[in-house]
Structures are given as C-alpha cells and as structure tokens.
C-alpha cells in the first residue's frame, strides 16, 4: 500500500514528529498549509496535528478533503501536553471530525512541547488563564512553565502500524 504523511503545525513539534516518520517509513511528508498533492494517489493516510485549544489544527483540511479521505486507512497522531485517555479523546471527538473517521482510524496520542517564550502573546495570554483555572496543579504549572516530552521513540507504534498496513498489501496480492 502507498501511504503519506499530512501533517499541520504551530510551533514545530507536529512537523519534527511528522518528519520523524516520514524519515523511518520512507513515506512522503506533506504541509496541509504549502502544498496540495492527489489525495488520490495514496492508500493510507497518516494525519498529524497539534491539540490547540482543545480541538485539531488540521479539522478544517480534514473536513474540506473528506470525499478524497472517506475511503482510504486512516492513522491519526495527535501532539498536545496531554498523555492519551478520556481527556484527548473528548478534545478530538469536538473537533467536529467525520464519525466514520474516527471511528475507524488508528489514533496515537503523542507528547510535545512547548516553550512559553516562543508562543504568541495571544496564546500565553490563554496559557496563563487556563493554568489559573486548571484544578490539576501538575497540568497547571506546565502551563505556565512550558514543558519538552519529544521523544523519538514514541513514533515506534505508529511505524509498526504502517509496516503492518504495507505488509497485508502484500501479502493480500
């Protein structure tokens, strides 16, 4: 099977993590913002984006190219300070994604990083607010402070993932 890698970023870490994978599988990697190919021309997907403000970077992309997308395996990876579990599911599940996406991709949740003084005013500025709101003072002071979770390693799921679709093409002919 021929996949590729769509990827959205703000700050990098989705990119680095897209380019992590496309480097070890081979597959290409793609901007959704610079570059438009044939969505036509792969198999299987693999979609990457950033959790900002709760919802996906890449909703929009995903939704304006969903008759190319409907058909084809779909692996979704995630990047956000949020370990996976009912609180990144609840962010992904309001992102307003097509429910035969999500209830068929392969999802990883993946840890990134953020640096406070590389972030938009804007985006402290909500930092901030939400650290002062957030009842979890772990998750608060992160929010404040920043924090770095990259972690090559953690793409070895989703490799294994794409070996196995690559591997029951072949094994299918």
């Known amino acids: 099977m021929k996949g590729a890698i769509f990827f959205a970023s703000k700050y990098g870490s989705t990119e680095q993590y897209a380019n992590w994978i496309g480097e070890a599988s081979g597959l290409p990697v793609f901007d959704v913002k610079s570059t438009n190919p044939n969505l036509a021309d792969y198999d299987f997907l693999v979609l990457g984006s950033p959790i900002i403000y709760y919802k996906l970077l890449n909703r929009k992309w995903i939704q304006a190219n969903w008759v ?3 058909n084809k395996k779909t692996i979704l990876f995630t990047v956000s300070g949020a370990p996976a579990g009912k609180k990144l599911n609840r962010w992904i599940a309001e ?9 068929s991709m392969e999802h990883f949740a993946l840890r990134g990083r953020q640096i406070p003084k590389e972030l938009t005013w804007y985006d402290r500025l909500m930092l901030i607010i939400g650290a002062l709101k957030n009842p979890n ?5 992160e929010e404040l402070n920043g924090f770095d979770y990259m972690d090559k390693s953690s793409i070895e799921p ?3 993932y794409i070996l196995q679709l690559q591997h029951n093409d072949f094994t299918a002919s």
Not at 95 to 103: G, I, Q, R, W, Y
Not at 137 to 141: D, E, G, H, L, M
Request: without cysteine.
């Open 68 to 70: 190319n997308i409907e």
């Open 95 to 103: 992102s307003k994604l097509p429910n035969k996406l999500v209830s």
């Open 137 to 141: 003072p772990v998750a608060s002071k």
């Open 158 to 160: 989703i490799l294994k």
